[in-house]
């Protein structure tokens, strides 16, 4: 039997974020998940959502895991792993929908301004972007729990971090995109929820993360 790496925290948040994507992702029909990680959020959400084709994608030392939930699932709709860094090469494939669940405080700043400067390249004009996991506002955690969270990222080496959403969020409108949404989700997390309007701006540079 393969090994099939395990998330309890995919197990605790995979129904809530499937009630907005339900809500969001009714009118979609080709979805890449960026950060597939264990590949127990792609093999839920593609059940439940069997109108979506689930692109699964992560780096390629995940591909083994995600291939293991995906073999016992057997889904069609549910795609084997592309590998992509967010520094490195895209898919060339469009898809109508971009969904990426924890990965932006795992990522350093400069992988989350590449994350979505190559959203453009990805997303036709009116697709949606979904983001969940914990964020900032203004500046500020929005629970102790969070803030000490973002002090164990922080004490860590790669520029880790919870991101502010203001700061994400200009990154999001220089690509384009125009946020929508955003849901209160349980655990103090977010599910920020953008749409694209245009073609990417002038790119804002390096901003407080």
């Not at 395990?6 to 499937?18: F, G, K, M, V």
């Not at 080709?30 to 689930?54: C, D, K, M, N």
């Not at 895991?65 to 549910?78: K, S, Y």
């Not at 453009?120 to 803030?147: C, M």
């Amino acid at each position: 039997m393969k090994y099939k790496p395990h998330s309890p925290a995919c197990e605790r948040n995979r129904e809530p974020i499937l009630a907005v994507l339900q809500r969001h992702f009714a009118d979609r029909s080709r979805v890449l998940e960026i950060g597939s990680g264990t590949g127990q959020h792609a093999v839920y959400f593609g059940a439940a959502l069997p109108h979506l084709t689930w692109q699964t994608s992560d780096l390629e030392s995940y591909h083994a895991g995600i291939r293991a939930w995906l073999d016992e699932a057997a889904l069609a709709n549910v795609l084997p792993p592309l590998t992509l860094d967010v520094t490195g090469d895209w898919p060339e494939t469009q898809f109508d929908a971009v969904f990426s669940a924890n990965t932006l405080h795992i990522m350093g700043w400069r992988e989350v301004e590449a994350f979505f400067a190559a959203l453009p390249t990805v997303l036709p004009v009116d697709g949606k972007l979904i983001i969940y996991g914990p964020f900032h506002y203004d500046g500020r955690p929005t629970s102790d729990s969070n803030a000490r969270f973002d002090a164990t990222l922080r004490s860590q080496p790669g520029d880790m971090g919870i991101r502010d959403r203001s700061a994400v969020d200009r990154l999001a409108r220089a690509a384009g995109l125009r946020l929508i949404d955003d849901i209160a989700m349980p655990a103090n997390n977010r599910c920020l929820l953008w749409q694209k309007t245009a073609a990417s701006i002038t790119w804002p540079g390096k901003d407080g993360a």
